[in-house]
């Protein structure tokens, strides 16, 4: 190095030269090589030279050293269109949108690169509008967009009418498929909107395919939920005599673990292993989760353990795990431990840790959760807000999910359906009602949950009249079929009104097998409103199906002591004593510091129950000696 840089004081100071020297900096990476080389250029006056200039610049931006290449354009005499574009990429890497906006603003001339720059750079930090009114002007001033350009539209996607559009314009454009970066993105964009189909007429018309475009067609499928057709085109793809990269063992195990197909699994993890691409984050992860879904948790903590590093993929990969296997304290030692290793968290993983929460984790640790949310500049994303709903109602805190979600600007259905059935949960029944008839103004088209939350609400609230409206009026109105959990909250809500009678034609015309659920349900309230005869009835339905079960026994045995048919109660406890032979105890249980207690009707089942029943004795025999006993 210090050889090329004596040569610089002598005859060595030609153009050709000083790009050797630049040519040997950026073989190095360093950042202090760059540095002296660009002082010699600074001590000689060179710096002022537009080509070097423009390659100093365009080491400082790919180092990240965004100040000193700042000034490195400032020193450029003669700044060209090259000099702005590579200052313009530095500031987009760097993070600094708003310095870029400023500076693009500023710019004399703007070629494509410039305009494909600022609308990359718009995408990235998900200004997607901003992306697309940018696209707009840039067709107004003239400017042809180029393939890269229609790259980054594909990826602003969010509908399938949106994506037709933008393929259109493509073709508008006079551009053929024969750039497979381009064809690569049609696929995947067509895959992110669930247009499978138009994914494989993508993948016909092309003139050249590579393991890109299969990858971007595997996932296609996968997002789709066609994992079967994955497969198959995964077997396709070898037949073509491609080797699969990392993305494509990613997606198969991630097929894999839709199918909840370990085998397959695990020949895609054995053949990682055999070429080395199991140390690959992205890989790991996806194999985290499909032993995790393939219900082998220690699989997944045995292979996170082996990981040399960690990162935000793997990482969220096992709290995902965690989460999904009530194993909320282990999710929640895993996040602090990814923050003390300086790892950024994503939205997907603070969602998962605040799902993971449960009465044995204390209401008071979700809300330190979701004071990082600011912090992480995550208040903005739907899903996470939807989550913290769903917290904030699990544990009884209606009024602080409400306002989270009245804060959400950007609401979909999911943020609907999530306060409403946690209002509706929490006995706020009217302004389910109210929220219902607001996501309908609003124009929204509510599914399946939806209208559960509804009918639950007429429920919990005895709105019958209402309820049997919107029940009748599912199919016609909203183009919703009635699932299960629909005839259960109508019979539930028709039986406490007393109205047996059309409850239980509701059930026998109903297009599902009856479930026990639903005939219990049915025999519950027959105790209050109904006669002998439905009793009886109901209670014998229960009985076939499940004969050792003492609850319709129990009934019966209270109806005919109500009825003073003594010879009918004598038989039936006779026959509950020889037909039903489990025994239920009832229990409770509460969370507290991080521990789950269970209290049963016999026994205290948990680590010092002694000394809580020693304590309680010596209360008692102090109220006994005050005489309040």
């Not at 989760?289 to 903590?301: A, G, Q």
């Amino acid at each position: 190095m210090y050889t090329f840089l004596k040569q610089t004081q002598g005859p060595y100071t030609s153009l050709s030269y000083c790009s050797t020297l630049l040519d040997h900096c950026l073989s190095q990476k360093s950042v202090n090589f760059v540095k002296i080389v660009h002082a010699h250029f600074l001590k000689l006056g060179l710096n002022t030279y537009t080509y070097l200039g423009n390659r100093c610049l365009d080491l400082y931006s790919d180092l990240g050293h965004i100040n000193d290449a700042l000034k490195v354009f400032d020193d450029i005499s003669h700044k060209n269109s090259t000099s702005w574009n590579i200052c313009l990429k530095g500031l987009l890497k760097s993070g600094q949108l708003g310095n870029a906006c400023q500076l693009y603003d500023g710019m004399p001339v703007r070629d494509v690169v410039s305009w494909n720059s600022m609308i990359s750079g718009y995408a990235s930090n998900g200004f997607s509008s901003d992306a697309l009114e940018l696209f707009v002007e840039m067709q107004g001033a003239g400017m042809r967009p180029s393939s890269f350009t229609f790259s980054i539209l594909t990826s602003l996607v969010s509908s399938p009418c949106h994506a037709k559009q933008v393929h259109g314009r493509i073709i508008r454009s006079g551009m053929d498929l024969s750039n497979v970066v381009l064809g690569n993105s049609l696929i995947a964009m067509y895959g992110k909107v669930g247009l499978v189909d138009y994914s494989f007429s993508v993948i016909l018309t092309m003139k050249k395919i590579d393991i890109i475009s299969w990858n971007s067609l595997m996932w296609a499928c996968h997002r789709a939920g066609h994992h079967e057709l994955a497969l198959a085109h995964f077997y396709k793809m070898r037949d073509a005599e491609l080797l699969p990269d990392q993305f494509t063992c990613s997606t198969l195990m991630s097929v894999c673990s839709n199918l909840r197909d370990l085998d397959k699994g695990k020949q895609v993890f054995a053949f990682c292993f055999k070429v080395g691409f199991v140390y690959n984050s992205i890989v790991s992860s996806a194999a985290i989760d499909l032993f995790s879904k393939c219900n082998r948790l220690e699989d997944s903590v045995r292979l996170f353990t082996e990981q040399d590093r960690w990162d935000t993929a793997l990482c969220t990969s096992m709290i995902s795990s965690y989460a999904t296997h009530d194993l909320g304290e282990d999710a929640l030692h895993l996040f602090v431990l990814t923050l003390r290793e300086n790892i950024r968290p994503t939205e997907y993983m603070v969602s998962c840790l605040l799902s993971s929460f449960s009465i044995f984790l204390p209401v008071e640790v979700g809300i330190q959760i979701h004071a990082l949310v600011p912090k992480l500049g995550f208040e903005s994303d739907a899903v996470l807000a939807s989550t913290l709903v769903h917290m904030y109602a699990k544990f009884g805190i209606i009024d602080d999910a409400l306002h989270i979600f009245n804060e959400t600007k950007i609401k979909d259905l999911v943020s609907w359906n999530t306060i409403m059935m946690g209002l509706a949960y929490n006995g706020k029944v009217s302004v389910t009602l109210d929220l219902f008839k607001e996501l309908i103004r609003e124009g929204m088209a509510p599914d399946r949950i939806t209208l559960a939350a509804v009918l639950l609400a007429c429920n919990y609230g005895s709105f019958v009249d209402e309820g049997i409206k919107i029940f009748f009026s599912m199919e016609t109105e909203f183009g919703v079929k009635p699932g299960e959990e629909h005839y259960t909250y109508v019979v539930e809500m028709l039986s406490k009104a007393g109205m047996l009678k059309e409850a239980i034609d509701i059930v026998e015309t109903m297009p599902y097998t009856i479930t026990l659920d639903m005939w219990r349900l049915i025999l519950s309230v027959c105790v209050i409103h109904g006669d002998l005869q439905v009793i009886e009835t109901v209670a014998k339905e229960i009985m076939e199906r499940e004969p050792q079960a003492p609850f319709p026994y129990l009934v019966l045995a209270q109806a005919y002591q109500m009825m003073e048919r003594w010879e009918s109660l004598v038989r039936v406890r006779k026959d509950m004593e020889q037909k039903c032979t489990k025994e239920f105890i009832g229990c409770s249980w509460f969370g507290m510091k991080n521990h789950g207690y269970t209290f049963q009707s016999n026994q205290l089942q948990h680590y010092g129950g002694k000394d809580l029943y020693l304590l309680l004795n010596l209360l008692v025999w102090e109220m006994e000696t005050e005489g309040y006993v």
